[in-house]
T-cell receptor
Framework: NAGVTQTPKFRILKIGQSMTLQCAQD?????MYWYRQDPGMGLKLIYY???????DKGEVPNGYNVSRSTTEDFPLRLELAAPSQTSVYFC?????????????FGPGTRLTVL | GEDVEQSLFLSVREGDSSVINCTYT??????LYWYKQEPGAGLQLLTY?????DMKQDQRLTVLLNKKDKHLSLRIADTQTGDSAIYFC?????????????FGGGTRLMVKP
C-alpha cells in the first residue's frame, strides 16, 4: 500500500492564481481530511469528508473548496490564492474499523503565495 | 470549546529522559494521541491512549493520562538524537462526522549529543 499520497510536494503561486492540491489514499478509508500547518502552529482542519459525495467545512474553510467523487481521491482547490494561504497542507485519512481511530497522514504540500 | 496546549520547546541531552506535556479541555475525548513529525515529513502516530486508561507503556515510551486535571504526558526514556522532532498531542472526539482530531501546537524536542 502507498498509504496517503499528495502532489505536488512544493508550489509557488502568484496572488490570484488558482491550483488544486491532490490527495489519494489506497486503504479504502471512508474519512478524509485536509489540514494546514502554519509555522510554529498545530494543524487546523480545513475540510473533511465522511465518504464519497459528502464533504463538510472544518475550522478554517474560507478560500478553499473540496470535492469527493471517489473513495480514493480528495482534492483541495484554491481559487484565488492569497499570501495568507502560504502554509504546509496535509491530507489524512481514517477508517471506521480502526480501533484507535488513527489518522494516516500524507507527506504534505508546501505552498508559497507571493 | 476544544483547546489543546503544549509547551513549544524542550532540549535534553542524549541518554536522558524527555517529558513532553499537554493539556486539553474537552472531557468527552475518547482517545488521546501523540504524533511525531520529522523535518519535511508528515505526521506519524507514535502512540495513543484510550480515555479510560491512566498509563500506557510501549518500549521507551510511557504515556500518562490524568483525566481529573486533563493532563497528558509523553515520556521518552534514553532519548536518542533520532528522537529530535516535533511532537503533537491530539484529542479525538468521536461523533457523527467521523473521527475529528484537535491538535496542540507541537513541542519541538532537541536532543544534544
Amino acid at each position: 500500500n502507498a498509504g496517503v499520497t499528495q502532489t505536488p510536494k512544493f508550489r509557488i503561486l502568484k496572488i490570484g492564481q488558482s491550483m488544486t492540491l491532490q490527495c489519494a489514499q489506497d486503504m479504502n478509508h471512508n474519512y478524509m481530511y485536509w489540514y494546514r500547518q502554519d509555522p510554529g502552529m498545530g494543524l487546523k482542519l480545513i475540510y473533511y469528508s465522511v465518504g464519497a459525495g459528502i464533504t463538510d467545512k472544518g475550522e478554517v474553510p474560507n478560500g478553499y473548496n473540496v470535492s469527493r467523487s471517489t473513495t480514493e481521491d480528495f482534492p483541495l482547490r484554491l481559487e484565488l490564492a492569497a499570501p495568507s494561504q502560504t502554509s504546509v497542507y496535509f491530507c489524512a485519512s481514517s477508517g471506521p474499523g480502526l480501533r484507535n481511530n488513527e489518522q494516516f497522514f500524507g507527506p504534505g504540500t508546501r505552498l508559497t503565495v507571493l | 470549546g476544544e483547546d489543546v496546549e503544549q509547551s513549544l520547546f524542550l532540549s535534553v541531552r542524549e541518554g536522558d529522559s524527555s517529558v513532553i506535556n499537554c493539556t486539553y479541555t474537552d472531557s468527552s475525548s475518547t482517545y488521546l494521541y501523540w504524533y511525531k513529525q520529522e523535518p519535511g515529513a508528515g505526521l506519524q502516530l507514535l502512540t495513543y491512549i484510550f480515555s479510560n486508561m491512566d498509563m500506557k507503556q510501549d518500549q521507551r515510551l510511557t504515556v500518562l493520562l490524568n483525566k481529573k486535571d486533563k493532563h497528558l504526558s509523553l515520556r521518552i526514556a534514553d532519548t536518542q538524537t533520532g528522537d529530535s522532532a516535533i511532537y503533537f498531542c491530539a484529542e479525538s472526539i468521536r461523533d457523527n462526522a467521523g473521527n475529528m482530531l484537535t491538535f496542540g501546537g507541537g513541542t519541538r524536542l532537541m536532543v544534544k549529543p
